[in-house]
Structure formats: C-alpha cells, structure tokens
C-alpha cells in the first residue's frame, strides 16, 4: 500500500491552465481519475512506470499531458484549454503495472484535489 498525496487543484476560468501533481509514485503505473457531482468516477489519464507508454480519454487528448518525474517520484497532469465540464475532483491512484482505465484495477487512491473550472 502506498498513500498518495495530490495537489495543485484550484479554480480557474475556461481556457486556464492548472498542473495537478502526485506523490509519491514509486515503482508504479499510475493514473488519474476524476469524479463530477452526481457522476460516477471517470477514467482520464493513465502512465506506465517507466513513463514510455501514456493512454488518455477522448475527451482530453490534447489538452492534457500526463507525465512523471521518478527522480522525485511524482507524476503530474497538465491541463490546458479547461473547459467548464472538466470540473470535478481528481483523483491519482496507483497498480504495480500496466494503463488499464478501470478503477477497480487500482488499489491505491489518493484523497483527491478539487478542481473548478468558471466561465
């Protein structure tokens, strides 16, 4: 079990940027999860541990950049051009390998960072 910890949320206007991070990431393939009121929780970005391969929904590609520095063991996701649907809270959650899209695959999760994005 690892404790991951997110941060960098916050409130910004459409067409903002925000660069939310999580540590520690460890030898682990990560991702990032977000979950809108009433919604269910929503797969949107996911990254091996050795950063080689990254897999992303439709609905960010191109506007977000999932990475990871394993020097300081954290991974980062970039958000640009935001758009008032990406307001949710997001979550990072760790597996030991692999880009699968499924929360059930991870069974480390962080507390999770707002993030508002206001017209």
């Not at 970005?45 to 439709?58: F, H, L, M, Q, S």
């Not at 520095?69 to 390998?97: F, G, H, I, R």
């Amino acid at each position: 079990q690892v404790q991951l910890v997110e941060s960098g949320g916050g409130l910004v206007q459409v067409g903002g940027s925000l660069r939310l991070s999580c540590a520690p990431s460890g030898a682990y393939a990560m991702a990032w999860f977000r979950q809108a009121p009433g919604k269910e929780r929503e797969f949107v970005a996911a990254i091996t541990r050795n950063g080689g391969n990254t897999r992303y929904i439709d609905s960010v590609k191109g506007r977000f950049t999932i990475s990871r520095d394993n020097a300081k063991t954290t991974v980062y996701l970039q958000m640009s051009s935001l758009k008032l649907e990406d307001t949710a809270v997001y979550y990072c959650a760790a597996k030991p390998w692999g880009l699968g899209s499924s929360a059930d695959e991870y069974g480390n999760w962080g507390q999770g960072t707002q993030v508002t994005v206001s017209s």
